[in-house]
Structure formats: C-alpha cells, structure tokens
T-cell receptor, first 114, second 111 residues
Framework: KAGVTQTPRYLIKTRGQQVTLSCSPISGHRSVSWYQQTPGQGLQFLFEYFSETQRNKGNFPGRFSGRQFSNSRSEMNVSTLELGDSALYLCASSWRDRTFNEQFFGPGTRLTVL | TQLLEQSPQFLSIQEGENLTVYCNSSSVFSSLQWYRQEPGEGPVLLVT?????EVKKLKRLTFQFGDARKDSSLHITAAQPGDTGLYLCAGAGQAGTALIFGKGTTLSVSS
C-alpha cells in the first residue's frame, strides 16, 4: 500500500508570497492532519480535515488555511509568508474513527522563507 | 490546555548502553502513542498503549503507560546506532480531538 505523499518536498519563497502544499493520504484514510515542525517549538498541530470538513484547528493565525477534496487529498495554503513560517510541514492521514487516531506521516515539505 | 513534557530533551550515548525516555502530563489520556523520526523523514508510529499500567515490547524497546494514564516511558536496551532519531510521544484525549505531541527526545547512539 502506498504511503502518504507530499509535494513539493522543498520550497523556497520570499516574504509576502503565498504557498500551497499538497498531500495525498493512504488509500482509504479519510482524515488528514497538518503539522508544523520547527526545532524550537517541535511538532505543532495546524488543522485536521475529515470527509472534506475541518474537524479540529490548532492555534495558528488565519494566514494558514486548508481544504480537503472528495478523494481525501488535502491542500494547505499559507498567505503573506513571514520569516517565521520557515519549517517542515508534515501531513498525516489516519482511519480516525477506527483506531486511536494513529497518524501515518508523509515525508514533509521543507519550506524556507527568505 | 493539555501538555506533554518529554525528558530528557537530548541524549547522547554509546552503543550497548540502556536508556529511558519519559513523557509526562498532568492530564489523563485515553491512549498514548510513540513515534520515531529520522532526519529527512516524517515520524513513524512505534506503538500505542491504551490501558493504565500496560507494558508493550518491540524487540529492544519497552513501552509503559502509567497506571493513571498521565505518563509513559520508553526504555531501550543495548542501544544501537540504528536507534538514533527523534522520539515523540503523543496523547489522545477526548474522542474527536487532535493528538497532543510532546517536543521530543533527540537520541544519538554512537558506535
């Protein structure tokens, strides 16, 4: 079974630009969660989508948004990029309601904001 | 706000040594998960513990869930260089809520 895939793997942007990251979950998984990982703050939860609806949201500004499509694929958008947005963005999928929300992570997208 | 604190933050040991990583909270969790993350990759689930006092073994790794379901530990016996990585614990609260992750323990095992 194919794992979670994320595109692109690396991205360099400048302040003020916007960026869209993509995630394809494991086949059959209906829940997709996004996380931001930095050395100082660790793994921080951004939001979770389940069946195209946002189910949970972390404590991030409105510049961070996401959506999920009918095939469970998800996108995350960050507008008006700031230097502090430089991080590894991880996507994870799960069965959600069948298990203890065990997360299957993709390899991440490394975003650098200059 | 539920928080998970992991200790130590960094651990550097020699091959063959034993070590224990701790994950503590003042909150009760319905289950607790441990992940390992290697450089350039996403975290990979190692184990889920559900019952208070539960002990699970995965080869040289032993995971324990506290009796009160507020804490957990990961013990590695005879560490090997392949154990190097970032170890993360994550707690599941009420049904439908997001997982809470600790900040992780970075383990380096040298030969």
């Amino acid at each position: 079974k194919a794992g979670v895939t994320q595109t692109p793997r690396y991205l360099i942007k400048t302040r003020g630009q916007q960026v869209t990251l993509s995630c394809s979950p494991i086949s059959g998984h209906r829940s997709v969660s996004w996380y931001q990982q930095t050395p100082g703050q660790g793994l921080q939860f951004l939001f979770e989508y389940f069946s195209e609806t946002q189910r949970n949201k972390g404590n991030f500004p409105g510049r961070f948004s996401g959506r999920q499509f009918s095939n469970s694929r998800s996108e995350m958008n960050v507008s008006t990029l700031e230097l502090g947005d430089s991080a590894l963005y991880l996507c994870a999928s799960s069965w959600r309601d069948r298990t203890f929300n065990e997360q299957f992570f993709g390899p991440g997208t490394r975003l650098t904001v200059l | 706000t539920q928080l998970l604190e992991q200790s130590p933050q960094f651990l550097s040991i020699q091959e063959g040594e034993n070590l224990t990583v701790y994950c503590n909270s003042s909150s009760v969790f319905s289950s607790l998960q441990w992940y390992r993350q290697e450089p350039g990759e996403g975290p990979v689930l190692l184990v889920t513990v559900v019952t208070g006092g539960e002990v699970k073994k995965l080869k040289r790794l032993t995971f324990q869930f506290g009796d009160a379901r507020k804490d957990s530990s990961l013990h590695i016996t005879a560490a090997q260089p392949g154990d190097t990585g970032l170890y993360l614990c994550a707690g599941a609260g009420q049904a439908g809520t997001a997982l809470i992750f600790g900040k992780g323990t970075t383990l380096s095992v040298s030969s």
